[in-house]
Structures are given as C-alpha cells and as structure tokens.
C-alpha cells in the first residue's frame, strides 16, 4: 500500500511527520511522493490558528476529487485538526476516512489496515503519555540539519492556545533515548541538531533538567551544532545560560515569545512574567551571553487589547530589539479560555493595521541587528544551495542569522568562514574566505 503524507505547522509537526514514515514503512508501506499514485494521502495538520486551518480545508476539498476519480483511495487527517475537532470531522468531510491524533501514530498501520472494509476510524486519544522513545525519526529534512523532540505537549495554558488541548499534558523523554538519537544523526552525517518542544526549558526527567540534558548532548556531539526551541521565559535560568555560553557548538539564539508588551494583557494570556520580568530575563541573557541573539512571537489584537496596550508592545518592542519575530493576529480558538470567557471584541481591521504596524517595526529592528555584521567574519555551516540563485550558498552562523554567499568547491555540510558585506532585511550577504 502506497501512503503520501503533507505536513502543515510547526517543526513538531515535521518531527512528527518523520515519526509517522518511519513507523509506516517498518510495517511494510511504500513511501510516495506522488499523490496520484497513492492508496492513503494523510495530512498532518495544524490548528494553532484560523489561517493554516482554513487552508488545510481548502487543501481537502481539491484531494476531494481524486477519491471521485479513485474509488478505493482512502484519506486522513493527522495531527492537531483531529485532535481539535475530533469525530465532528467526519460531520463536516463525509469523505474523511481516518482521523487520529499526535499520540497514536504508533497504531496507524493497524488503523490503515481496517479502514479495507470501509469502516471510518478515529482515535485521538490523549491519555497514553505517548513519547514515542524507540522511534528513530525517518530523516526527510535537507540531510544537515535535524529535528529532535525531547518533550511533547504543553503544560502552561496560555488562555489563547490551543496546543495544551490538541497535544496534550507535557511528557519529556529518557535521555538515554535522545542522547542515542544524537549519536545517531551524527553518524547519519548530520552536522546540526534543533531540539524541539513547546517549551524546552521546561524538560525534566527524573532529576535533570534541561540544563543539564544540554550540557550532555554538547559533550555526546562535540562536532554538531545544538540548537533549541521553544523557550519559555520564565524558566531561562542561569544555569541554563551558563551552559550556553560554555559549550562553543551551543548555538547562542533564544527563541524567547514575548507574545504582548502589556502587562494586563499577558495577565489575560495567562503567561507567567511581567514585560519587567520580560526585560530582566534579556538583560540577564545579554549580561551572561553579550552577543546572544534574541528572537520572538508577538501577538496583536488580544481580547480587549487597547490603543495604549498595542503602543506598550512597540515601546517594549523598542527596547528589545529582537533579531526577529514570528507575528500573528490573535484568532480566537474554539475550546480555549479566551474562548470561553473572554471578549474577542478587537475589529479585524484594527488587528491587522497593529500587525502590520509591528511587521514593519520589527523589519527595521532586524535589520539594525543584521548590519552590526559587516565586515566581520562569520563561521557558517553551509546547509545548501540559494534558492534565488544557484551561484550562491546558503548557510547560517552561530546565532542563527541566515547568510547567502557565493559558492565555491567548499561541500554542503562543511563549516567555512565567510566575510559579511551587506544585508538585506532579512539575510546578510557574503563571501566565502578561501
Ligand atoms: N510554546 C510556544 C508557543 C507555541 S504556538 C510558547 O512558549 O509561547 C506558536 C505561536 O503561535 C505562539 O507563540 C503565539 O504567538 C501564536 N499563537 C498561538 N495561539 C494563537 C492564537 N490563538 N492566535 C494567534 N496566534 C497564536
Ligand atoms: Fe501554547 Fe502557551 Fe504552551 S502558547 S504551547 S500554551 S506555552
């Protein structure tokens, strides 16, 4: 049986997409990239907001037609959408098949199998504290760089988020697997390694602590690059920090979401620090590391979020500096707390003219960032070729700012140094030094 697989969302979901082959093709289907081909199409999903959710539908509707075309093709959804709407998906898509969630891939192929007598399946059960430990992860990403989830699910609750209801409780999982893990990619020939979780620093395990899991995972790989995400705030310590800074393959980026520069508003949200917090977790990261890069999500249009909450986040905004954001419009999700008891009472157009207004903020703040760079020299790992320009190579440096630069002899996967001489809003541009 053929399976294709298309993934929405975040790393997770392209970790988890890795699981979902490697469990599938141990059990004897064949990959195929090509939909036409294909006995099962499952998507993997994402319902973190309304605009990837949207177009996932829209997705559904054109895969529609090949199941007219072909009667016995039969079509799922994994991932957070199941685990989101659950059975009222097959209300909605009568031509839905399977339905599961992110804590019951190790069950697809016995699930696959019974959907033959053209039952409809579902499970998205939640409750299995399912880490999927033994699983080694099918490598689809560029062959440089790989994923890895050390912890699962989200404990904290954030009022607007959906990600504690559709992943469920936060589960970490046995060093000794990942540490395996790492040994593994390293033979692979892999040169990088991002360890992923909803909030990594909140990883424990008996008694250890992110920190310390970190520290181990520098000592395993010495010759890979280790980089993390996300970061809760709260829970940067300065153990933490220290460890960072020690271990030279220690990428020195924070992913750090600050989500509203408003106080009220992040009282609302539920997280747990102030915008002064905020301010002294960074001036504490930029004391231990100095040249630690500081990236972040931001939120506009929050329930009840004023004028003067919106102009808290640019003042806060321009403090900081991040090297750069992911920034969204808030979109109420079903199930959540703001939901519920909340007043989703912002106008979308008022949302999305704040949102442009920090989109176009934040542009010039990276961009500050990225000049500081010219006309030093940076160790790049060069993870493949220029997708505008097949002259050029592409790569990053330690603190994750992306660098293109003209291609020379030097191999895909090899670290070189290359001299920055400009930058554009986004990238900073260079030349590889013999
Ligand atoms: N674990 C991360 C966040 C995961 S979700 C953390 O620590 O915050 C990624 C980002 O999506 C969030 O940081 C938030 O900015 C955004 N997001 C989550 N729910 C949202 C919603 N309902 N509307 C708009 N943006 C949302
Ligand atoms: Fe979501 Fe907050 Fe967890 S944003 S993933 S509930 S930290």
Request: hydrophobic content about 35%.
């Amino acid at each position: 049986m053929k399976f294709y697989l298309e993934t929405y969302g975040c790393q997770m979901n392209i970790y988890d997409s890795e699981i979902i082959c490697s469990i599938l093709l141990k059990s004897g289907f064949i990959k195929t990239s090509n939909l036409k081909k294909a006995d099962i199409i499952l998507l993997n999903t994402c319902s973190i907001r309304e605009k990837p959710e949207k177009k996932i539908f829209n997705r559904l509707i054109k895969i529609k037609c090949f199941k007219k075309k072909k009667k016995q093709l039969k079509l799922g959804i994994v991932g957070c959408l199941a685990t989101h709407y659950k059975k009222k998906l097959f209300e909605k898509l009568k031509f839905l098949d399977l339905i599961v969630g992110p804590d019951s891939y190790k069950q697809l192929p016995e699930i696959i199998n019974k959907l033959k007598n053209n039952n409809k399946e579902i499970d998205v059960s939640l409750a299995n504290k399912e880490r999927y430990t033994n699983i080694i992860p099918k490598g689809v990403r560029n062959g440089i760089s790989a994923f890895l989830s050390i912890m699962r699910g989200c404990d904290n609750m954030c009022t607007f988020c959906i990600v504690p209801y559709t992943r469920g409780r936060e589960k970490s999982r046995n060093p000794n697997s990942i540490l395996k893990e790492c040994k593994l990619l390293y033979k692979k020939g892999y040169k990088e390694i991002i360890l992923l979780g909803q909030n990594v620093d909140a990883y424990f395990w008996k008694k250890m602590k992110f920190f310390q899991l970190l520290e181990l995972i520098a000592k395993t790989v010495p010759l890979m690059r280790i980089r993390f995400l996300t970061s809760y705030p709260s829970n940067i310590t300065t153990n933490l920090l220290k460890v960072v800074k020690k271990y030279t393959n220690i990428c020195k980026h924070f992913h750090l979401p600050l989500q509203s520069g408003s106080t009220r508003i992040l009282s609302l949200m539920r997280r747990k620090y102030t915008v002064e917090e905020f301010l002294l977790i960074i001036k504490r990261i930029k004391t231990i590391i100095p040249d630690c890069s500081i990236s972040s999500d931001i939120m506009t249009g929050f329930c009840t979020e004023t004028q003067a909450d919106h102009r808290e986040t640019i003042r806060i905004m321009n403090l900081i500096k991040f090297n750069f954001s992911f920034m969204f419009k808030y979109s109420s999700r079903q199930g959540t707390y703001a939901y519920r008891k909340l007043k989703d009472n912002v106008p979308n157009s008022l949302k999305i003219s704040r949102l442009n207004e920090i989109i176009r903020l934040q542009k010039s703040h990276s961009f500050y960032r990225l000049k500081q760079n010219i006309g030093t020299i940076q160790e790049v790992l060069i993870e493949g070729i220029s997708k505008q320009d097949e002259k050029y190579y592409y790569g990053r440096n330690y603190k994750n700012d992306l660098i293109v630069f003209t291609k020379n002899k030097s191999k895909i996967g090899s670290y070189k140094k290359v001299k920055i001489l400009k930058s554009t809003f986004t990238t900073l541009i260079g030349e590889i030094l013999p």
